[in-house]
């Protein structure tokens, strides 16, 4: 991934506050997934599948209600399906980015908060929606996985 030093250990701050409280860890995948979009690298097939299975259960997730805690799941069972072709990241990533979100309070806040980055993160990325929705059908995956 494609971070700055700062931005990378505030990303490690968030997971460790994740891993702390069983509450957050309903979200996790969904902190994984966004920050995964926000940060693409590379052209190599690893970095491509890697964006366009995290950008597929963004989709599941904000899209179809898709529970978060099934994201583990879901990934394995998006490995070796669809094939996937890379897609030009977004210009602007969203506004939004990991300081938004609070390391500790309120778990039901932090998921308010990370769902609103989520959101923001999807959104920069609207050119592939149609691209990344196909995918998600070709992969047989239903919103209640």
């Given at each position: 991934m494609t971070c700055s030093p700062a931005?990378?250990?505030?990303?490690?701050?968030l997971l460790a506050a994740q891993y702390?409280?069983?509450?957050?860890?309903?979200?996790h995948q969904l902190i994984v997934d966004t920050y995964?979009?926000?940060?693409?690298?590379?052209d190599d097939p690893r970095a491509i599948q890697s964006v366009g299975i995290h950008l597929m259960t963004l989709c599941l997730f904000?899209?179809?209600?898709?529970?978060?805690?099934?994201?583990?799941?879901?990934?394995r069972r998006?490995?070796?399906?669809?094939?996937f072709h890379q897609l030009q990241p977004p210009s602007s990533r969203g506004r939004l980015t990991t300081l938004e979100v609070p390391l500790?309070?309120?778990?039901?806040?932090a998921r308010v908060v990370a769902y609103a980055w989520a959101e923001d993160v999807w959104?920069?990325?609207?050119?592939?929606?149609q691209t990344v929705r196909d995918w998600?059908?070709?992969s047989g995956l239903s919103a209640q996985e």
């Amino acid at each position: 991934m494609t971070c700055s030093p700062a931005c990378w250990a505030r990303y490690g701050d968030l997971l460790a506050a994740q891993y702390a409280n069983p509450q957050r860890m309903t979200f996790h995948q969904l902190i994984v997934d966004t920050y995964a979009v926000q940060h693409p690298d590379g052209d190599d097939p690893r970095a491509i599948q890697s964006v366009g299975i995290h950008l597929m259960t963004l989709c599941l997730f904000l899209e179809r209600g898709t529970d978060p805690a099934l994201g583990t799941l879901l990934h394995r069972r998006m490995l070796d399906r669809p094939v996937f072709h890379q897609l030009q990241p977004p210009s602007s990533r969203g506004r939004l980015t990991t300081l938004e979100v609070p390391l500790d309070g309120d778990p039901d806040m932090a998921r308010v908060v990370a769902y609103a980055w989520a959101e923001d993160v999807w959104t920069a990325w609207a050119a592939h929606h149609q691209t990344v929705r196909d995918w998600v059908e070709k992969s047989g995956l239903s919103a209640q996985e």
